[in-house]
Every structure is written in C-alpha cells, then in structure tokens.
T-cell receptor
Framework: GQQLNQSPQSMFIQEGEDVSMNCTSS?????WLWYKQEPGEGPVLLIA?????ELTSNGRLTAQFGITRKDSFLNISASIPSDVGIYFC????????FGQGTRLTINP | GAGVSQSPRYKVTKRGQDVALRCDPI?????LYWYRQALGQGPEFLTY????????KSGLPNDRFSAERPEGSISTLTIQRTEQRDSAMYRC?????????????FGPGTRLTVL
C-alpha cells in the first residue's frame, strides 16, 4: 500500500530555532496536508497543499508540495513552546494516508 | 457542539464482547471518516461515508468491524467479538464533502482497551 516516510522521527531544539521536516512517498499524491497532534487530542490541520510546486504559509509555518508530487516539506520559523507536538505529513483526499510523524520537543 | 464529538472517550471491555463507538460530526458536514491510531503511529483509514452511503470500507481489518450512518449524521463503528489486538485509539473525522473533503476535522477519539 501507499506509505509516507517522514524525517526526522524526532527533533530536540532550542526555543527560537527554525525547524525543517520532510516527507517522501513511493506514490503520487494529488493533495498533501500537514497535521499537528498534541497529547490527548486529535490531529489538527495546519496546511493543505493542492498543486505541485505550491508553497503555502500559515503564520510561522511554511509548507511546499513537491514538483514530483511525491514529497513535501514543512518549516517552522522561530519556534515557541506551544509548537511542541507530533507533526504528521498526510497524502490523499478522502482516504488520508498518514506518515509516522515527527515528534518536536523544545527546550526553553 | 462546534467540533466532532465521540463517545465514550474510554472503553474497557473483555475479549469476546461487542463494542459500539459513536461519532457525532460537525453540523452540516457531509462526509464522515473512521480511523484507527496505534500508540506512536499516525491514524490509519478504516472507512468513510458521504451522507448515509458507505463509500469505501477497504481499511476495515476484517468482518468483525462494521460501520453505519443510517441518517447521514451520527455514525457508529461496531466491533464484534473483540480481541486484544483491537485495542487502540479510534478516531472519527468529518469534512464538508466535495472539494472540501481534504480538510478533515478530527474528534478526540475513543480509547478502546480489550482485556
């Protein structure tokens, strides 16, 4: 089946640092999404990407839909404590395929 | 309520019992999805509905799992003759449908523990 490979699996950074994570797939996706999950909560949608090459920002977050439609990256600038959580890259439309997540930890 | 709600939030059952998990989607959302999330993993698709019609059930693990949405609103995921391997977080999501389907809003989940 379709699989998404996220890297890194975990990140330990200092507050104020920029963060970069990416995701690759063996299959083409026509839509890429990035979700964030905090402990005890359901995933929350951060950014949706609909076209190859698309670059979209949401506040301090920026994500891009790769030209090949097989990859995407997410950048977070000037990290703050509330950025802590697990970030999932997701491909698909109705039937979403989730990556295994990148766990972000921030040292104050 | 404003978001997707699920009940119960926690369910502990004994192996062999049947369980029913409920999802109440965001008002007006046409599409409803069920996912299962194991600890440390991302959610995995189980099934989804547009209105009352089940569109895709390819992610249901076996025939002990079934779902319904008889009136196109609330949905129930039923697991018959539960097994320990069924223990997981079960998440429901809803979306507007059509071109808005990619933006799925997730509920808090039901944590199922099978003893």
């Amino acid at each position: 089946g379709q699989q998404l490979n996220q890297s890194p699996q975990s990140m330990f950074i200092q507050e104020g640092e920029d963060v970069s994570m990416n995701c690759t797939s063996s299959s083409i996706f026509n839509t890429w999404l990035w979700y964030k999950q905090e402990p005890g909560e359901g995933p929350v949608l951060l950014i949706a990407l609909y076209k190859a090459g698309e670059l979209t920002s949401n506040g301090r977050l920026t994500a891009q839909f790769g030209i090949t439609r097989k990859d995407s990256f997410l950048n977070i600038s000037a990290s703050i404590p509330s950025d802590v959580g697990i970030y999932f890259c997701v491909g698909g439309a109705q039937k979403l395929v989730f990556g295994q997540g990148t766990r972000l930890t921030i040292n104050p | 309520g404003a978001g997707v709600s699920q009940s119960p939030r926690y369910k502990v059952t004994k192996r062999g019992q049947d369980v029913a998990l409920r999802c109440d989607p965001i008002s007006g959302h046409v599409s409803l999805y069920w996912y299962r999330q194991a600890l440390g993993q991302g959610p995995e698709f189980l099934t989804y509905f547009n209105y009352e019609a089940q569109q895709d059930k390819s992610g249901l693990p076996n025939d002990r799992f079934s779902a319904e949405r008889p009136e196109g609103s609330i949905s129930t995921l039923t697991i018959q003759r539960t097994e320990q391997r069924d223990s997981a977080m079960y998440r429901c999501a809803s979306s507007l449908g059509g071109s808005g389907s990619v933006k799925q809003f997730f509920g808090p989940g039901t944590r199922l523990t099978v003893l």
